[in-house]
């Protein structure tokens, strides 16, 4: 059974940053486009950012762009997260998932996670003073 996992969260002051990462032992992250979600306490679930195996290219949920960067790295088998000048309303629980080559990534960004493969356990980030 694939999984992967995330690790890297934690308690951070407002303005920190953090980096998150996803790694799946038994899966070929580079044959995947991968999605980091993310859940508050009594909120949706919301796609915040994914590399994009059509294009090798990062796409961002407006209400991370600019502060938050996707990366891969294909030797280590793993994606990051980097989260710059973090605000309580980064708040969240933060999942990776992979979903298939062909995958655009405005749809698990707009919502649309019916072609999502795989999903991690999360990860948890607190922003606070």
């Known amino acids: 059974q694939v999984q992967l996992v995330e690790s890297g969260g934690g308690l951070v002051q407002p303005g920190g940053s953090l980096r998150l990462s996803c790694a799946a032992p038994?899966?070929?992250?580079?044959?995947?486009?991968i999605v980091w979600f993310r859940q508050a306490p009594g909120k949706e679930r919301e796609g915040v950012s994914c590399?994009?195996?059509?294009?090798?290219?990062?796409y961002y949920a407006d209400s991370v762009k600019g502060r938050f960067t996707i990366s891969r790295d294909n030797a280590k088998k793993a994606v990051y997260l980097q989260m710059n000048r973090l605000t309580p309303e980064d708040t969240a629980t933060y999942s990776c998932?992979?979903?298939?080559?062909?995958?655009?990534?405005?749809?698990?960004?707009?919502?649309?996670?019916?072609?999502?493969?795989?999903w991690g356990q999360g990860t948890q980030v607190t922003v606070s003073s």
């Open positions: 998932a992979a979903g298939p080559s062909w995958l655009f990534c405005w749809r698990p960004l707009t919502g649309d996670t019916g072609d999502i493969n795989y």
């Open positions: 038994g899966l070929t992250l580079d044959d995947y486009t």
């Open positions: 590399f994009s195996h059509r294009d090798d290219l990062g």
